[in-house]
């Protein structure tokens, strides 16, 4: 989890593009981040194993 300030830093419009940094709108986290859900990948994992991610399911071989 991202602190607070972290987050709210991140809410700010950066003084140059460059230095915008995705973040998670789940728990803030910057690594990880998959662009075409908008979470990290742990967040992104916890909600595909819940069902709340159409069309998503766990890969078994």
Sequence with gaps: ???K???LKAQKQPKY?????NRC???GRP????RL???????FRRM?????VPGVRKSSW
């Design 1 to 3: 989890m991202a602190s």
């Design 5 to 7: 300030a972290k987050m």
């Design 17 to 21: 593009k460059v230095r915008h940094r």
């Design 25 to 27: 709108r789940i728990c």
């Design 31 to 34: 690594r990880g981040y998959i």
């Design 37 to 43: 859900f908008g979470v990290c990948r742990i967040c």
């Design 48 to 52: 595909s194993l819940d069902g709340n």
